[in-house]
């Protein structure tokens, strides 16, 4: 069962660079999520879809854009990329209603030099 | 901010009985209790939830009190995978972020 698949693992970029960090479920869940996790410290929301053709801000919003493609893929785009930007980036999918458990992929790592 | 409190760390041996604590002593009647766990370099793993009555999956057990106060998460019979950090999470069923706190480092000893 390949659940939730991030792509790519692992990327170095340069500041000011863009780039995309794509995300897919085959689970027909309707809702998906990124996140962030930084050292030390837990996990953040930066966006999440609750459904196909909806996206609304989590806590941590800034310097991202997302894009629910379709039911299945959920991108995150860093337009121009800062060294604070930094992170282990986490994309989850949910069915959607209450108390649904969110499944997570294995994430990207992300390094801006 | 996390709701919750756990221990930083807990060591169990193989074979054993896991059993970790959390208190959410601010929970609210509308609040769910999730576990999940995160090993190293994965993404966290959903384990189980649990709204107040004791709930049972073919990963673990979740023992919540009567108050609602506290649980306990309970892997049965403990094997060198399950070392992981295991968190406890306290959502609102309207929510749609899991707050993920420190965690417990679990520690499964041969």
């Known amino acids: 069962n390949a659940g939730v698949t991030q792509t790519p693992k692992f990327q170095v970029l340069k500041t000011g660079q863009s780039m995309t960090l794509q995300c897919a479920q085959d689970?027909?869940?309707?809702?998906m999520y990124w996140y962030r996790q930084d050292p030390g410290m837990g996990l953040r929301l930066i966006y999440y879809?609750?459904?196909?053709?909806?996206?609304d801000k989590g806590e941590v919003p800034n310097g991202y854009n997302v894009s629910r493609l379709n039911k299945r893929e959920f991108s995150l785009r860093l337009e121009s990329a800062a060294p604070s930007q930094t992170s282990v980036y986490f994309c989850a999918s949910s069915r959607q209603g209450n108390n649904q458990p969110q499944h997570f992929g294995d994430g990207t790592r992300l390094s801006i030099l | 901010d996390a709701k919750t409190t756990q221990p930083p760390s807990m060591d169990c041996a193989e074979g054993r009985a896991a059993n970790l604590p959390c208190n959410h002593s601010?929970?609210?009647?509308?609040?769910?209790v999730y576990w999940y766990r995160q090993i190293h370099s994965q993404g966290p793993q959903y384990i189980i939830h649990?709204?107040?009555n004791n709930e049972t999956n073919e990963m673990a057990s979740l023992i919540i009190t009567e108050d609602r106060k506290s649980s306990t998460l309970i892997l049965p019979h403990a094997t060198l995978r399950d070392t992981a950090v295991y968190y406890c999470i306290v959502r609102d069923q309207g929510a749609q972020k899991l707050v993920f706190g420190q965690g417990t480092r679990l520690t499964i000893n041969p």
């Open positions: 649990g709204l107040k």
């Open positions: 689970m027909n869940h309707n809702s």
């Open positions: 601010t929970i609210s009647g509308n609040e769910y």
């Open positions: 879809s609750a459904s196909e053709g909806t996206t």
